[in-house]
């Protein structure tokens, strides 16, 4: 028999969604995001404490995020635009799942890529009324090397949508308030 290692701890997730259907309450995470303006539409962005488990909690080690925009929008290009990290966010949870429900399955993955691309007509951020401000569409496309059928890999990266905090927030209604306080 082979075993399977695609470096996730699949009986602690299993554990864990066990354990937390007689506690619903650990279950409700706040995370959080810090963001610093820098010059000009440069900002830094850092993630250090969340909320979960009924307490507070730190990441190992904080982590800070540059964001800004490219030259051709007369920016200094620190860092990528808002709107990438959309990208960043929707390609690394879905491929964090893809490994997930391998590992699960048993199916062993040499590799996996995913190749993100949001299409964005920017004439709305420059205030057309007429154009929609964010994404139009995003395609997402895995190149995935593994001891499976392609049926079998198409069933998983379909599974990995399906529990995909990031791809449910971008593709369904989520009710975002901003204040000044």
């Avoid at 540059?66 to 966010?89: Q, R």
């Avoid at 399955?105 to 007429?130: F, K, M, W, Y």
């Avoid at 964010?134 to 890999?153: L, M, S």
Wanted: a negative charge; charged letters at 25%.
């Amino acid at each position: 028999m082979t075993v399977t290692d695609n470096g996730v701890n699949v009986q602690a997730l299993l554990d864990a969604r066990e354990a937390l259907k007689g506690a619903p309450e650990a279950a409700r995470f706040t995370w959080r995001a810090t963001s610093r303006w820098d010059r000009g539409v440069h900002s830094t962005t850092t993630i250090e404490n969340f909320y979960g488990l009924g307490a507070e909690q730190s990441h190992k080690t904080r982590t800070e995020f540059a964001a800004d925009h490219p030259e051709v929008f007369a920016a200094e290009d620190n860092g990528i635009t808002p709107i990438e990290y959309l990208l960043v966010g929707l390609a690394s949870c879905l491929t964090a799942g893809v490994a997930s429900v391998a590992q699960n399955r048993g199916v062993q993955l040499r590799s996996v890529t995913a190749v993100v691309e949001g299409n964005h007509d920017i004439r709305g951020i420059l205030g057309d009324p007429d154009v929609r401000n964010g994404y139009n569409d995003i395609k997402v496309t895995f190149t995935i090397d593994a001891d499976a059928a392609k049926e079998d890999i198409e069933a998983i990266v379909a599974q990995s949508q399906k529990r995909s905090a990031v791809f449910d927030a971008l593709t369904n209604p989520t009710d975002v308030t901003v204040e000044v306080a």
